[in-house]
C-alpha cells in the first residue's frame, strides 16, 4: 500500500489526443491508478479540437494503455476502472461556447488540476476561460515546454498565465526533473559526505553532460526547423542538469530553497560572447548515414525539408561557472540527433592525487569518475582504480566500477516513469521538481546572448553523418583540453 496520504482531484487534459497525452500523460495516471495512488473519486476530463464522445475517447485510450504500457503490466480490471473515470468534451481552446459545459463535469469541491499539453500560444486563452468559470481558486495548472522561444516570448507566457493564476498554482514541467537518477543526485551529493566534501573545484577537474538521442526529427519539421536543438534541448533539459548537478546546498528541501539554489547558478554561468565561439560552441546538423545498420536521411532530406536551412541538430558547449565552488571547472555539455546511441548521462571527473607512485605508463589511466545515467539504464556508477588479480600481475592497477544500477537493485520494482513522478506530486501540490518562472527567464537570457552571437557570426552548422558522435569539432572541442568525452567508441 502507498504511505502517502491520496486525496481526491479533477484532471482536465487539454489537448487530450496529441502525441504527448497518449503515449505518455494517459500511461502515467494508469499507473498511478494501479499503484493504488489515485483516489477513489479522481475525474479525468478529456479535452480536444476533435469530434468525439466517450466511447470513440474510452477506445482510443485502451487503444493506447495497450501499446505504450508493457504486456504484463496491463491489468484488465485497472484498465476498466481507470477508463471509467475517463470522460471527452469536444472544445476549441480559443471559443468561450464550448467550455460551458466543463463545470458540469468536475465534482464540486474538490481540487482542479488543469494540464496544458497544448501550444503556449493558447495559454492564456484557457487561464481566461477558466477564471470567467470561476474554475481559478482551488486550480493548480501544468505548463508544457517550451515557454516560449526567447526571453521576451517566455515573459508573454508567463505573464498571460500570472494574470488568474499566482506563482505557487503553476507547475512548469520538465520531465528530466521527474526521473528517479535526477532526484537522487540530491540524495546522492547531500546525504554522503563521501562526494560532498569533495564537490568543488579542489577535487573535480570537469564535468560532462551528454543528452544523446538517435531519432531524428520524427516528423516535427515545422516545429523543430523554428526551434533548433538549443531552444528544444539546452535551455530546458540541459540547463536543469546543469543547475542540479552544480547547486549550492539548499537550507532544506522546499521547492523555492531547491530552485533558489537553481537560479543562482544560472546567473553565475559566464556568456559565451562572440569572441569564445570558435574555442567554446559547436553546432552541428546530420547528414544521411545510418543508425543500427538502416540507412537514415540526413536533415536536409527529411520531407518537407527546407534545403537552405542552418538549423542546428546537435550543439556542445564548453560552460563555465562563476563562483567559488566551481572556478576552473569547465562544464562540457553536449546534445544532438541521430547519435550513435541513446544516452543521457552525468559524468563527474575527479582530479588525480597530487602524489603519484604506481607505474608512470600507467599514469594516464589513473582516475576517478561518478557517472550518472538517466537513460537508457537508470543508475550510477563508481570507476575506482584496483589492482589486477594474479601472481605475476605486480602492482598493475585496473579500472573498475562500484555499481548501482536501479533495474538490479531494485528488480523487484518497476522504476517509475518520470510523468508519474510529476503527474503525483501537481495532484499532491508539491512544486519542487517544478521549475519557477525566474528559472525559465534566467536560462533564456542566457541563451538567447548566445543565439545573438550566432546571428552576428553567420556560420553554418557543421556536418556530421547520422549514428555518429556528433561533428569532429566537438571532439577537438574537448580535446583542446587534453581531455575526451567519456565512452565514446
Same mark, same amino acid.
Given at each position: 500500500m502507498p504511505i502517502i496520504r491520496v486525496e481526491p482531484c479533477s484532471l482536465a487534459l487539454f489537448g487530450a489526443l496529441g502525441d504527448l497525452a497518449l503515449r505518455k500523460l494517459f500511461p502515467a495516471l494508469y499507473q498511478l491508478d494501479r499503484a493504488g495512488l489515485l483516489h477513489l473519486d479522481t475525474r479525468l476530463v478529456a479535452l480536444a479540437r476533435d469530434e468525439g464522445d466517450d466511447a470513440a475517447l474510452h477506445k482510443q485510450l485502451r487503444a493506447s494503455l495497450k501499446r505504450f504500457v508493457a504486456a504484463d503490466e496491463q491489468d484488465p480490471a485497472v484498465i476498466d476502472r481507470f477508463i471509467s473515470r475517463c470522460c471527452y468534451l469536444r472544445m476549441d481552446f480559443r471559443k468561450r461556447e464550448d467550455y460551458q459545459a466543463l463545470p458540469d463535469l468536475l465534482p464540486a469541491g474538490i481540487p482542479l488540476v488543469a494540464y496544458f499539453a497544448t501550444p503556449a500560444s493558447v495559454y492564456g486563452d484557457i487561464c481566461r476561460e477558466l477564471a470567467h468559470l470561476q474554475l481559478i481558486d482551488n486550480t493548480r495548472v501544468v505548463l508544457e515546454k517550451p515557454i516560449g522561444h526567447s526571453l521576451e516570448s517566455s515573459r508573454e507566457v508567463n505573464e498571460a498565465v500570472a494574470q488568474y493564476f499566482p506563482e505557487n498554482a503553476i507547475y512548469r514541467i520538465d520531465h528530466y526533473l521527474g526521473k528517479e537518477?535526477?532526484?537522487?543526485? @540530491?540524495?546522492?551529493?547531500?546525504?554522503?559526505?563521501?562526494?560532498?566534501?569533495?564537490?568543488?573545484?579542489?577535487? @573535480?577537474?570537469?564535468?560532462? @553532460?551528454?543528452?544523446?538521442?538517435?531519432?531524428?526529427?520524427?516528423?516535427?519539421?515545422?516545429?523543430?526547423?523554428?526551434?533548433?536543438?538549443?531552444?528544444?534541448?539546452?535551455?530546458?533539459h540541459l540547463l536543469q542538469l546543469l543547475c542540479l548537478t552544480a547547486m549550492e546546498p539548499p537550507s532544506d528541501l522546499s521547492a523555492d530553497s531547491i530552485r533558489d539554489e537553481k537560479v543562482k547558478v544560472l546567473k553565475a554561468l559566464a556568456p559565451i560572447t562572440p569572441d569564445l565561439l570558435g574555442t567554446h560552441v559547436v553546432r552541428g546538423q546530420y547528414a544521411a548515414g545510418s543508425i543500427d545498420g538502416q540507412p537514415v536521411p540526413g536533415y536536409l532530406e527529411e520531407d518537407n525539408a527546407n534545403q537552405q536551412s542552418n538549423t542546428e541538430t546537435f550543439v556542445s558547449l564548453r560552460c563555465e561557472i562563476r563562483n567559488w565552488r566551481w572556478s576552473g571547472v569547465p562544464f562540457y555539455l553536449r546534445t544532438g540527433k541521430r547519435m550513435q546511441q541513446k544516452l543521457s548521462q552525468i559524468v563527474i571527473h575527479f582530479k588525480e592525487s597530487s602524489h603519484y607512485i604506481f607505474a608512470e605508463e600507467q599514469r594516464d589511466q589513473v582516475s576517478n569518475k561518478l557517472i550518472i545515467r538517466l537513460q537508457p539504464d537508470e543508475g550510477i556508477s563508481l570507476q575506482v582504480m584496483t589492482k589486477e588479480q594474479g601472481l605475476d600481475k605486480g602492482m598493475h592497477l585496473r579500472s573498475g566500477p562500484l555499481q548501482l544500477s536501479f533495474s538490479d537493485a531494485f528488480s523487484a520494482k518497476r522504476i517509475p516513469d518520470a510523468y508519474e513522478r510529476l503527474l503525483l506530486e501537481v495532484m499532491q501540490g508539491n512544486q519542487y521538481l517544478f521549475v519557477r518562472k525566474d528559472e525559465v527567464e534566467a536560462a533564456w537570457r542566457w541563451c538567447d546572448q548566445l543565439l545573438a552571437s550566432w546571428r552576428q557570426d553567420g556560420s553554418a552548422p557543421k556536418k556530421y553523418p547520422a549514428g555518429s558522435w556528433g561533428p569532429v569539432a566537438s571532439i577537438a572541442m574537448i580535446t583542446r583540453d587534453g581531455r575526451s568525452w567519456y565512452g565514446d567508441l
Open positions: 537518477t535526477v532526484q537522487n543526485l @540530491i540524495a546522492l551529493r547531500f546525504a554522503n559526505s563521501l562526494f560532498e566534501n569533495q564537490w568543488n573545484s579542489r577535487y @573535480i577537474s570537469h564535468v560532462e @553532460i551528454t543528452v544523446a538521442e538517435k531519432v531524428g526529427i520524427e516528423g516535427r519539421w515545422g516545429y523543430f526547423d523554428q526551434a533548433g536543438q538549443l531552444r528544444d534541448m539546452v535551455q530546458n
